[in-house]
């Protein structure tokens, strides 16, 4: 696939590993016989870095072997997630180092989430950008406090601490981004 075709959300083999592209930028050449410059900013997959890569446009990438397949949590070990298939009850492994970042984030009833499938092998979750989880342990409200904005920490029922309002109290569900594991709202 050629450089200029490349859009985000993309996964190409660079350096002998699957990357999915985040973000595309052009730059335009400044002199006349210049190239025009791809630049992509992506993440590897297996390692979870961020990987830069630069190209011309008429140079290309080969896409990769790779699908996305919505799973389910089935249960989690001390090493690893097994994860469920939602359409041919196919059973994924992952080791839990290699998503320290989604563990939080990961229930039995959560929907929406994919396992990221890279030459029949599980390589990563993709999670939806929003997630409801259950409060399991916070502050009591204190009466009278609701004339300024405070917050105060809220433990949820997968062990993530996030920052929220003072009137939230103990069995709440809300709604957590997974992208900056900020309070967003009650659910």
Same mark, same amino acid.
Request: hydrophobic share 35%.
């Given at each position: 696939?050629?450089?200029? /075709?490349?859009?985000?959300?993309?996964?190409?083999?660079? $350096?002998?590993?699957?990357?999915?592209?985040?973000?595309?930028?052009?730059?335009?050449?400044? !002199?006349?016989?210049?190239a025009?410059?791809y630049?992509f900013?992506?993440? $590897?997959?297996? +390692?979870?870095?961020?990987?830069?890569?630069?190209l011309?446009?008429?140079?290309?990438? +080969?896409?990769? $072997?790779?699908?996305?397949?919505?799973?389910?949590?089935?249960?989690?070990?001390a090493?690893?997630m097994?994860l469920?298939?939602?359409e041919?009850?196919?059973?994924?492994s992952?080791?839990l180092?290699?998503? /320290?970042r989604?563990?939080?984030?990961?229930?039995?009833?959560?929907?929406?989430?994919?396992a990221?499938?890279?030459?029949?092998?599980?390589?990563?979750?993709?999670l939806? +950008? !929003?997630?409801?989880? +259950?409060?399991?342990r916070?502050d009591?409200?204190?009466?009278? $406090?609701? !004339?300024t904005?405070?917050?105060?920490?809220?433990?949820l /029922?997968t062990?993530?601490?996030?920052?929220?309002? /003072?009137?939230?109290?103990?069995?709440e569900?809300?709604k957590v981004?997974?992208?900056t594991?900020?309070?967003?709202?009650?659910?």
């Amino acid at each position: 696939m050629q450089a200029k /075709e490349i859009k985000p959300g993309a996964v190409v083999v660079y $350096n002998d590993a699957p990357v999915m592209i985040e973000s595309v930028s052009v730059q335009s050449p400044s !002199a006349r016989g210049a190239a025009t410059l791809y630049k992509f900013r992506g993440r $590897n997959l297996v +390692t979870q870095q961020k990987t830069d890569i630069t190209l011309k446009g008429a140079d290309s990438l +080969t896409m990769a $072997n790779f699908e996305k397949r919505p799973v389910k949590l089935m249960y989690r070990d001390a090493e690893q997630m097994h994860l469920l298939d939602q359409e041919n009850f196919n059973q994924y492994s992952i080791a839990l180092g290699d998503i /320290e970042r989604e563990t939080p984030y990961i229930t039995e009833q959560l929907e929406g989430a994919y396992a990221l499938i890279y030459d029949d092998e599980c390589v990563g979750v993709q999670l939806p +950008t !929003a997630v409801e989880l +259950t409060i399991t342990r916070c502050d009591p409200a204190i009466r009278g $406090n609701s !004339a300024t904005a405070r917050t105060k920490p809220l433990t949820l /029922e997968t062990g993530l601490v996030v920052h929220g309002p /003072e009137y939230l109290s103990e069995g709440e569900r809300v709604k957590v981004d997974t992208r900056t594991g900020d309070f967003l709202s009650r659910a």
